[in-house]
């Protein structure tokens, strides 16, 4: 097992360099830079500002480092490698192993990335929490009473309600919802910076409506999983051997049932607390994800590799749980060496 955690643990590494190479070259590669504003800044402070940050230095290999001797023929490994690390993307990745993401271009005292990610994390992942509950309270329950009774009217309502769950984007039912609720109930959407501090009932509505996408796909997962369990021979014997139907349905049907569902939960789940951009942006929720549309279009580039990388590494993370997870759930499943 240890082998096993520390082998998917490891493979995190190419995921993030991956992630974080295709990240620098999308974000060099659109228009505008971290220095552009209505009021043009004065060359001399934008190279000073470049120098500060890093930016004057070429995005993948510095011919600066070679120097003269690279005239002279010699191909010393040790030079070109120099040559390599002295630049923009590769003093980021050494940054990112030690846990440096670097100062944010726009913040005036020089914040750390961490910093933000630390104040506006928290958040989102208020957010993304009440979306999982939802999905996981919702979903699951509502695709067990669909399997159990197929083909009935229940069955097909949640048919319907899954697939309109799936097929109409999060923003689209997000602003429709919030029309409802504001003209039905008189639920105020945006909210003051300080009703945000606590878990109170402020994150509800964008929580639910985040995770209505998620509520759906697990109801129609659930169901198909058990309807497959359902018809299989084991079900047949308990059911002869007089075990009754509540048993039958939690203690072998579930468990059987549940693998395809944590497959996906765990990602989905992951994907709910840092998915939440649009949600927070209708809202006016303080949290990253409005924080890494900001930096977008401020071309934050210390902010979009820092944002996208704790990103993708919370993903990766929630993928290595979700394996570990199967043994527990379903003992017939061991690590093969």
């Known amino acids: 097992m240890f082998e096993f955690l520390l082998r998917r643990v490891l493979w995190i590494v190419p995921v993030i360099v991956a992630v974080a190479l295709a990240t620098f070259f999308l974000m060099h590669r659109a228009p505008g830079g971290p ?3 209505e009021k043009e800044i004065p060359a001399v402070a934008q190279r000073r500002l470049n120098q500060q940050f890093g930016l004057d230095k070429p995005m993948w290999f510095n011919p600066g480092a070679v120097g003269d001797k690279r005239d002279e023929g010699e191909t010393n490994p040790l030079i070109l490698g120099r040559a390599f690390i002295d630049s923009q993307f590769f003093n980021y990745m050494i940054g990112v192993a030690t846990f440096d993401l670097g100062p944010t271009y726009q913040s ?16 989102s992942l208020k957010v993304g929490f009440v979306g999982i509950v939802v999905a996981i309270l919702i979903g699951m329950p509502l695709g067990i009473i669909s399997a159990l009774r197929q083909n009935s009217w229940i069955d097909y309502a949640s048919l319907f309600v899954s697939t309109l769950g799936i097929a109409v984007p999060t923003f689209v039912s997000g602003i429709l919802l919030l ?15 300080e009703e945000w ?49 509540a048993r039958i349905v939690t203690r072998h049907m579930l468990r059987n049932a549940l693998i395809p569902v944590i497959t996906i939960l765990g990602p989905a789940a992951a994907d709910l607390v840092t998915g939440s951009i649009i949600i927070e942006t209708i809202f006016g929720v303080p949290g990253l994800g409005r924080e890494f549309v900001v930096a977008i279009s401020r071309r934050d580039y210390s902010m979009i590799m820092g944002t996208t990388i704790f990103y993708a590494g919370l993903i990766a993370f929630a993928n290595v749980l979700v394996d570990l997870s199967y043994g527990f759930i379903d003992p017939r499943i061991r690590v093969r060496r």
């Open 35 to 37: 220095w552009d504003r």
């Open 197 to 245: 501090d606590n878990l109170s009932r402020a994150y509800l509505l964008p929580g639910i409506i985040l995770g209505l996408g998620t509520t759906a796909y697990i109801a129609r997962l659930t169901r198909a999983s058990l309807l497959e369990v359902k018809r299989q021979d084991f079900i047949r014997t308990s059911r002869a051997k007089g075990l009754s139907e």
């Open 108 to 123: 005036k005292g020089a914040e750390s990335v961490q910093d933000v990610i630390g104040e506006k994390f928290p958040f």
């Open 179 to 193: 029309i409802f609720m504001s003209r039905v109930f008189g639920v105020a959407a945006i909210r003051r910076p």
